[in-house]
Protein backbone atom coordinates (compact mmCIF):
# COMPACT_ATOMS: atom_id res chain seq x y z
CA UNK A 1 0.00 0.00 0.00
CA UNK A 2 1.42 3.63 -0.71
CA UNK A 3 0.91 5.07 2.29
CA UNK A 4 3.04 7.32 5.41
CA UNK A 5 3.78 4.90 8.01
CA UNK A 6 5.20 5.17 11.33
CA UNK A 7 6.69 3.24 14.10
CA UNK A 8 5.95 2.27 16.68
CA UNK A 9 2.22 3.34 17.23
CA UNK A 10 2.30 3.36 20.64
CA UNK A 11 5.13 4.44 23.15
CA UNK A 12 5.28 4.01 26.82
CA UNK A 13 8.71 5.25 28.66
CA UNK A 14 9.69 6.44 31.97
CA UNK A 15 10.84 10.09 32.73
CA UNK A 16 14.07 11.19 31.46
CA UNK A 17 14.18 8.47 28.78
CA UNK A 18 15.65 8.42 25.21
CA UNK A 19 13.25 7.22 22.33
CA UNK A 20 12.91 7.82 18.80
CA UNK A 21 9.68 7.26 16.23
CA UNK A 22 10.54 6.68 12.97
CA UNK A 23 8.74 7.50 9.56
CA UNK A 24 8.57 6.41 6.29
CA UNK A 25 6.07 7.10 3.21
CA UNK A 26 6.50 5.49 -0.05
CA UNK A 27 4.71 7.93 -2.21
CA UNK A 28 7.98 10.35 -3.54
CA UNK A 29 7.33 13.06 -2.19
CA UNK A 30 9.65 15.27 -1.43
CA UNK A 31 9.06 17.21 1.62
CA UNK A 32 8.14 15.36 5.27
CA UNK A 33 7.35 16.71 8.81
CA UNK A 34 6.42 15.96 12.49
CA UNK A 35 3.66 17.26 14.08
CA UNK A 36 2.49 17.02 17.61
CA UNK A 37 -1.33 16.99 18.54
CA UNK A 38 -1.56 17.52 22.12
CA UNK A 39 -4.19 16.34 24.84
CA UNK A 40 -6.49 19.19 23.34
CA UNK A 41 -5.82 17.89 20.20
CA UNK A 42 -4.38 20.48 18.78
CA UNK A 43 -1.98 20.21 15.47
CA UNK A 44 1.23 21.84 15.46
CA UNK A 45 4.24 22.14 13.22
CA UNK A 46 7.35 21.31 14.61
CA UNK A 47 9.79 20.10 11.41
CA UNK A 48 9.68 19.69 8.05
CA UNK A 49 12.15 18.61 5.43
CA UNK A 50 12.74 19.43 2.12
CA UNK A 51 14.93 16.41 0.16
CA UNK A 52 16.94 15.77 3.54
CA UNK A 53 17.50 19.48 4.26
CA UNK A 54 15.65 21.11 7.77
CA UNK A 55 13.53 23.67 6.07
CA UNK A 56 11.08 24.35 9.72
CA UNK A 57 12.70 23.82 13.08
CA UNK A 58 9.90 25.74 15.26
CA UNK A 59 10.23 26.50 18.42
CA UNK A 60 10.88 22.93 20.00
CA UNK A 61 13.26 22.02 22.77
CA UNK A 62 16.41 21.13 21.56
CA UNK A 63 15.59 17.43 23.10
CA UNK A 64 14.04 17.18 19.70
CA UNK A 65 15.87 16.08 17.27
CA UNK A 66 15.03 15.26 13.92
CA UNK A 67 17.02 12.98 11.18
CA UNK A 68 16.29 12.55 7.47
CA UNK A 69 18.92 9.59 6.23
CA UNK A 70 17.11 10.10 2.49
CA UNK A 71 14.14 11.62 1.12
CA UNK A 72 11.44 8.81 1.79
CA UNK A 73 12.32 8.85 6.00
CA UNK A 74 11.80 11.18 8.62
CA UNK A 75 12.47 10.08 12.44
CA UNK A 76 12.48 12.21 15.51
CA UNK A 77 14.97 11.16 18.55
CA UNK A 78 13.46 12.45 21.77
CA UNK A 79 15.73 12.78 25.11
CA UNK A 80 15.56 13.19 28.12
CA UNK A 81 11.94 12.74 28.01
CA UNK A 82 9.08 14.86 30.14
CA UNK A 83 5.86 14.27 31.12
CA UNK A 84 4.70 17.38 28.89
CA UNK A 85 6.06 15.55 26.05
CA UNK A 86 3.39 12.74 26.14
CA UNK A 87 1.08 13.29 23.27
CA UNK A 88 0.28 11.59 19.60
CA UNK A 89 2.89 12.76 16.95
CA UNK A 90 1.98 12.53 13.72
CA UNK A 91 4.61 12.35 10.33
CA UNK A 92 3.49 13.64 7.21
CA UNK A 93 4.66 14.21 3.46
CA UNK A 94 3.90 16.74 0.53
CA UNK A 95 5.34 16.76 -2.87
CA UNK A 96 5.25 20.30 -3.51
CA UNK A 97 7.00 20.07 -6.97
CA UNK A 98 9.75 22.85 -6.85
CA UNK A 99 7.11 25.72 -5.42
CA UNK A 100 4.99 26.15 -8.93
CA UNK A 101 2.38 24.16 -7.14
CA UNK A 102 1.48 23.33 -3.75
CA UNK A 103 -0.29 19.82 -2.98
CA UNK A 104 -1.81 18.18 0.08
CA UNK A 105 0.02 16.81 2.77
CA UNK A 106 -0.68 12.79 3.98
CA UNK A 107 -0.48 11.65 7.41
CA UNK A 108 0.52 9.16 8.74
CA UNK A 109 -1.42 6.78 11.90
CA UNK A 110 0.13 8.42 14.50
CA UNK A 111 2.85 7.36 17.43
CA UNK A 112 1.05 8.08 20.68
CA UNK A 113 3.52 8.57 23.59
CA UNK A 114 3.18 8.25 27.06
CA UNK A 115 5.54 9.57 29.42
CA UNK A 116 4.87 8.11 33.01
CA UNK B 1 0.39 35.29 13.27
CA UNK B 2 -2.04 33.14 11.45
CA UNK B 3 -4.59 31.91 13.37
CA UNK B 4 -7.15 30.28 12.22
CA UNK B 5 -10.49 29.34 13.62
CA UNK B 6 -13.10 26.58 13.56
CA UNK B 7 -16.32 27.08 14.66
CA UNK B 8 -18.91 25.36 16.43
CA UNK B 9 -16.46 23.13 17.96
CA UNK B 10 -18.94 20.45 18.14
CA UNK B 11 -21.75 19.89 16.29
CA UNK B 12 -24.75 16.78 15.91
CA UNK B 13 -26.88 16.69 13.19
CA UNK B 14 -29.46 13.90 12.12
CA UNK B 15 -29.13 11.93 9.34
CA UNK B 16 -29.87 13.02 6.07
CA UNK B 17 -29.41 16.72 7.19
CA UNK B 18 -26.65 19.12 4.97
CA UNK B 19 -23.50 19.74 7.42
CA UNK B 20 -21.66 22.63 7.06
CA UNK B 21 -18.45 23.51 8.67
CA UNK B 22 -16.96 26.30 9.02
CA UNK B 23 -12.89 28.18 9.10
CA UNK B 24 -11.47 31.34 9.32
CA UNK B 25 -7.84 32.42 9.37
CA UNK B 26 -6.79 35.89 10.02
CA UNK B 27 -4.14 36.21 7.24
CA UNK B 28 -5.26 36.04 3.85
CA UNK B 29 -1.90 35.81 2.58
CA UNK B 30 -2.55 32.06 2.41
CA UNK B 31 -0.82 29.23 -0.43
CA UNK B 32 -3.57 27.23 0.32
CA UNK B 33 -5.92 25.66 2.35
CA UNK B 34 -6.49 22.00 3.24
CA UNK B 35 -9.78 20.14 4.79
CA UNK B 36 -9.53 16.64 6.99
CA UNK B 37 -10.98 14.43 9.08
CA UNK B 38 -9.90 12.85 12.08
CA UNK B 39 -11.25 9.34 13.18
CA UNK B 40 -10.53 8.91 17.05
CA UNK B 41 -7.19 7.42 17.32
CA UNK B 42 -6.42 7.49 13.91
CA UNK B 43 -4.57 9.80 11.54
CA UNK B 44 -5.79 12.75 9.70
CA UNK B 45 -7.33 11.71 6.18
CA UNK B 46 -7.52 14.46 3.39
CA UNK B 47 -10.35 15.54 2.06
CA UNK B 48 -10.17 18.30 -0.12
CA UNK B 49 -7.12 20.65 -1.18
CA UNK B 50 -8.41 24.07 -2.41
CA UNK B 51 -5.19 26.18 -3.60
CA UNK B 52 -5.17 29.75 -3.28
CA UNK B 53 -6.57 31.29 -6.64
CA UNK B 54 -9.08 28.71 -6.27
CA UNK B 55 -12.71 29.37 -5.31
CA UNK B 56 -14.26 25.87 -4.41
CA UNK B 57 -13.61 22.15 -4.69
CA UNK B 58 -15.55 19.42 -4.55
CA UNK B 59 -15.45 15.90 -4.33
CA UNK B 60 -18.52 13.58 -4.14
CA UNK B 61 -20.72 14.80 -1.73
CA UNK B 62 -17.98 17.25 -0.19
CA UNK B 63 -17.83 20.27 -1.54
CA UNK B 64 -15.43 23.24 0.20
CA UNK B 65 -15.32 27.31 -0.86
CA UNK B 66 -12.73 29.73 -0.31
CA UNK B 67 -12.71 33.47 0.36
CA UNK B 68 -9.64 34.68 0.77
CA UNK B 69 -10.31 38.38 1.11
CA UNK B 70 -13.09 37.51 4.13
CA UNK B 71 -10.53 34.67 5.84
CA UNK B 72 -13.14 32.26 5.31
CA UNK B 73 -13.61 28.75 4.27
CA UNK B 74 -16.54 26.55 4.48
CA UNK B 75 -17.01 22.89 4.19
CA UNK B 76 -20.39 21.55 3.27
CA UNK B 77 -21.34 17.66 3.24
CA UNK B 78 -24.87 16.92 1.33
CA UNK B 79 -26.77 14.20 2.98
CA UNK B 80 -25.26 13.42 6.23
CA UNK B 81 -24.61 9.89 7.25
CA UNK B 82 -23.43 8.26 10.48
CA UNK B 83 -20.33 7.35 8.90
CA UNK B 84 -19.39 11.05 8.78
CA UNK B 85 -18.81 11.28 12.32
CA UNK B 86 -15.55 12.42 12.95
CA UNK B 87 -13.96 15.39 13.98
CA UNK B 88 -12.68 17.93 10.96
CA UNK B 89 -10.12 19.89 10.72
CA UNK B 90 -8.87 22.73 8.49
CA UNK B 91 -4.90 23.72 8.11
CA UNK B 92 -4.14 26.77 5.79
CA UNK B 93 -0.73 27.22 4.21
CA UNK B 94 1.23 29.93 5.32
CA UNK B 95 4.55 29.66 3.28
CA UNK B 96 6.08 28.31 0.00
CA UNK B 97 8.22 26.30 2.91
CA UNK B 98 5.64 24.12 4.20
CA UNK B 99 4.50 25.91 7.40
CA UNK B 100 0.68 24.85 7.89
CA UNK B 101 -1.70 26.18 10.79
CA UNK B 102 -4.33 23.89 11.85
CA UNK B 103 -7.34 24.79 13.71
CA UNK B 104 -8.75 23.17 16.74
CA UNK B 105 -11.14 20.97 14.22
CA UNK B 106 -14.87 20.54 14.54
CA UNK B 107 -15.91 16.97 16.59
CA UNK B 108 -19.24 16.17 14.49
CA UNK B 109 -21.75 13.55 15.57
CA UNK B 110 -24.71 11.91 12.65
CA UNK B 111 -27.24 10.50 14.59
CA UNK B 112 -29.38 7.61 12.78
Known amino acids: DTAVSQTPKYLVTQMGNDKSIKCEQNLGHDTMYWYKQDSKKFLKIMFSYNNKELIINETVPNRFSPKSPDKAHLNLHINSLELGDSAVYFCASSQDRGGVTYNEQFFGPGTRLTVL | ?112
Do not use: H, M
Request: overall charge neutral.
Open chain 2, 1 to 112: KQEVTQIPAALSVPEGENLVLNCSFTDSAIYNLQWFRQDPGKGLTSLLLIQSSQREQTSGRLNASLDKSSGRSTLYIAASQPGDSATYLCAVRTDSWGKFQFGAGTQVVVTP
